[in-house]
């Protein structure tokens, strides 16, 4: 935009008020402090060694068509390289103008305190299955209505019926909601405005925001494998 000559010195009064607003509200509110470090390791390694492979971050939201494209070429090249050389985290990320994608993130935390490595073929789910619960599909329906449909047609197939009264108390526990609130204050701590949005090595990657095919994730990580 480009600013008339009456723009030109209130322009930096107002940024300094910006600035001295923005700091006062940091130093009011510590971000909570997770009992564990956000996020889920793909893989059947329990736990990378960050210093000993290059490590993928992936925030996704389970409802958002870009992050369901983003996934498969991503899980491709880290089945390229294997777990030992390339290290995916996926954190969920529930989108404010995505209206279940609170419930799906949440759903996810709780199947995972149920079993770990039910959480990836749950995501994958949402991903299969995801229009279904887009705001307009779901706009006449209520909350309770739409996490009955997410229990019986997506999670149930997942973990059973025998875990399901574990289930419907760890989704409806504190627990299950601070942990999916902690999630969406990290991606906002680390900057993250959309999804997918990627991080290689802590550094943000630059095609954040749209899915990143097979050919570019291969350019991108050859040279850090190889430096190994």
């Not at 000559?5 to 006062?24: C, D, E, K, N, Y």
């Not at 492979?53 to 369901?68: L, T």
Request: aromatic share 12%; charged share 15%.
């Amino acid at each position: 935009m480009v600013a008339g000559r009456g723009s030109v010195t209130s322009l930096p009064v107002l940024v300094v008020a910006i600035v001295a607003v923005g700091g006062f509200g940091r130093c009011a509110a510590q971000l909570p402090i997770p009992a564990r470090t956000d996020g889920f390791v793909w893989g059947a390694a329990p736990a990378p060694a960050w210093g000993g492979a290059v490590v993928v971050e992936a925030f996704f939201d389970p409802v958002c068509p870009d992050s369901r494209d983003a996934w498969p070429p991503l899980q491709k090249a880290a089945q390229h390289y294997g777990a030992a050389r390339v290290a995916v985290v996926v954190h969920l990320f529930p989108l404010p103008y995505h209206s279940n994608a609170f419930i799906a993130c949440r759903s996810i935390h709780t199947v995972n305190k149920i079993n770990a490595s039910a959480v990836y073929p749950l995501l994958e789910k949402f991903f299969k299955y995801q229009e279904g619960y887009y705001n307009q599909p779901t706009y006449t329906k209520s909350r309770a209505a739409v996490v009955d449909e997410i229990t019986n047609n997506l999670v149930a197939p997942i973990i059973g019926e025998a875990n399901l009264a574990a289930y419907k108390s760890g989704f409806n526990d504190s627990q299950s909601d601070q942990a999916t609130r902690i999630s969406f204050k990290y991606g906002c701590a680390r900057g993250v405005t959309g999804t997918p949005y990627f991080f290689v090595n802590g550094m943000p990657l630059g095609d954040s925001g749209s899915p990143v095919d097979y050919n570019k994730w291969i350019s991108t990580l050859d040279p850090l494998v190889g430096k190994m």
